[in-house]
């Protein structure tokens, strides 16, 4: 049995603007961001090596962020490079949902627990960093007003179990981040007031709507995704109502009014042909989980930033 195992979750943008193109070629965000029920799982164990595995996709040491996550914490800390990640995929990838940057957000905070690196959380935020502009926000999780790259963070009030659709159709794009960014153009740009809009909302406790929703890239990705706008139209025909792009796409979500409503949405658009499912938000990046009838020995409950759960293993 693992030592440490973890429940990674995704996220949605509810919002994401450009806001201006930076002289070092990168791009100016503003985005509010949130975790989403839909999670991989990440079990670490101690090893004499450093053992990488994958189960549900198939993924190269180089493109597997939880690889690169483990070697730059050992640099980090100075430590042996040594232990055994084993990483179950159910997050769809590159799909806007921030699953691989989850997925190493949690190697870094497993493996500093694990291997008593006493990383400090600024520490972790800067290797975090380095991993991709998403990663950092997947420390803590929960609801977050992004800024700069992605990497400047503030904090919000998460909204409680608001459930939602959603949508993930699949791609063959390897490129897709540049492509989307090559094809904007300067009217896609805003001052960032839709995410101010959006944060204030959730500041003072309120719930958002439909008005509040907003993504830069929702007129490119129809021309970069194929099949995106026959199921954008499909999935608002079948369930009549909104829906809006998360990150990068080609993810779609929209609100549902509560479990039984996602469910209920999920099942039509599935007859429809399409991949969908019900989630709901959570307030935080990732769950320790605890097994069932016997838990694994070692440090499995001493991680501060891991809520715990209980499943059957």
């Not at 090596?49 to 189960?55: D, I, K, P, R």
């Not at 940057?101 to 497993?110: F, H």
């Not at 929960?142 to 791609?171: D, I, K, N």
Request: positive net charge; hydrophobic residues 45%; proline residues 5%.
């Amino acid at each position: 049995m693992p030592q440490l195992a973890y429940r990674c979750y995704a996220k949605v943008n509810l919002t994401l603007e450009v806001l201006r193109k930076r002289e070092d070629g990168f791009h100016d965000l503003a985005s509010l961001v949130h975790t989403i029920s839909l999670a991989d799982d990440l079990l670490v164990d101690s090893a004499s090596t450093l053992v990488s595995e994958v189960a549900g996709l198939d993924l190269t040491p180089e493109t597997n962020l939880v690889t690169r996550a483990a070697k730059l914490l050992f640099e980090a800390a100075d430590v042996s490079p040594g232990a055994r990640l084993r990483l179950v995929k159910r997050i769809p990838a590159s799909a806007g949902l921030g699953g691989g940057s989850s997925d190493a957000a949690s190697a870094l905070v497993g493996l500093n627990v694990l291997l008593g690196a006493g990383l400090a959380p600024a520490a972790l935020t800067r290797l975090a960093a380095t991993l991709g502009s998403d990663v950092p926000f997947f420390l803590d999780g929960g609801a977050a007003r992004m800024t700069g790259r992605g990497e400047q963070l503030h904090a919000l009030p998460p909204l409680r179990g608001q459930w939602l659709v959603l949508v993930v159709s699949s791609h063959a794009i390897t490129d897709k981040t540049s492509r989307l960014y090559a094809a904007l153009e300067s009217t896609d740009f805003s001052s960032g007031g839709a995410t101010e809009r959006a944060a204030s909302q959730l500041t003072r406790r309120l719930p958002l709507g439909e008005e509040h929703f907003f993504n830069v890239f929702s007129r490119a990705a129809r021309s970069v995704f194929p099949d995106l706008s026959a199921v954008w139209a499909a999935a608002e025909r079948a369930c009549e109502r909104r829906f809006f792009l998360s990150g990068a796409g080609p993810a779609l979500f929209a609100l549902a009014v509560d479990r039984a409503d996602a469910r209920r949405q999920a099942s039509r658009l599935a007859r429809t042909g399409l991949s969908a499912r019900g989630v709901r938000t959570v307030g935080h990046a990732r769950a320790a989980i605890r097994f069932r009838p016997s838990p694994p020995s070692g440090t499995l409950n001493r991680d501060p930033r891991a809520r715990c759960l209980v499943v059957q293993w």
